[in-house]
């Protein structure tokens, strides 16, 4: 649910423009944001769950990786 109503308008709205590292870093840190409050995983520093651990669990992959898959289809012809 999750992809469908925010992950698809992220990646639609970014996928030309390309992002340096603290851009990506922030756009998985709101991913992760939401996927926690989605589910109800406390905060990291709360519940010591990580993000890449809440990633597994919500069977998510970081919007990054989506987001170069999706520049390399557009761009890398």
């Not at 925010?6 to 991913?31: H, K, M, V």
């Not at 996927?35 to 998510?60: C, M």
Request: glycine share 6%; hydrophobic share 40%; net charge positive.
């Amino acid at each position: 649910m999750f992809h469908a109503l925010i992950g698809t308008n992220l990646l639609y709205s970014s996928a030309a423009p390309w992002l340096n590292a603290s851009e990506r870093r922030r756009l998985d840190g709101f991913q992760n944001r939401c996927l926690r409050q989605t589910w109800g995983i406390p905060s990291a520093y709360i519940s010591r769950v990580s993000n890449k651990e809440a990633l597994r669990r919500t069977q998510q992959q970081p919007l990054t990786t989506a987001l170069a898959r999706q520049q390399l289809l557009l761009f890398g012809r």
